[in-house]
């Protein structure tokens, strides 16, 4: 599955000055990782957030958000956000904030 190279673009602009943040390709799309633990991806047109499992319900009540799958299984304490909810900088900045804050929570990876 290719991704949205623009979104792509504008995810590593709301990145520029992050320290510690890796891009890779995973899913089928493109990852941001934090620390060694995913923050936020592009798969598709879509914007897949790492929100955690105590962060999803809240995550799932906004405009546009869905619960992200891998095949038929739930990716639990992941969404995606459909590219209507990611039309200004204001909300993909929001989305890009909340992954990151959700991988700084965890401990990193050696």
């Known amino acids: 599955m290719a991704y949205d190279e623009a979104l792509a673009g504008r995810v590593r602009d709301r990145l520029a000055g992050e320290s510690g943040v890796e891009e890779k390709r995973m899913f089928g ?3 941001f990782l934090l ?9 598709g ?8 499992s105590d962060g999803a319900d809240d995550a799932l009540a906004r405009p546009h958000a869905r619960r992200s799958y891998m095949g038929e299984r739930e ?36």
């Open 29 to 31: 799309g493109l990852a």
């Open 35 to 43: 620390g060694g633990s995913m923050s936020v991806g592009v798969r």
């Open 75 to 110: 990716m639990k304490g992941w969404i995606l956000v459909a590219p209507e909810g990611l039309e200004s900088d204001e909300a993909l900045g929001h989305w890009v904030r909340r992954g990151l804050a959700h991988a700084r929570s965890l401990p990193p990876k050696g």
């Open 45 to 52: 047109a879509d914007l897949m957030v790492r929100v955690g």
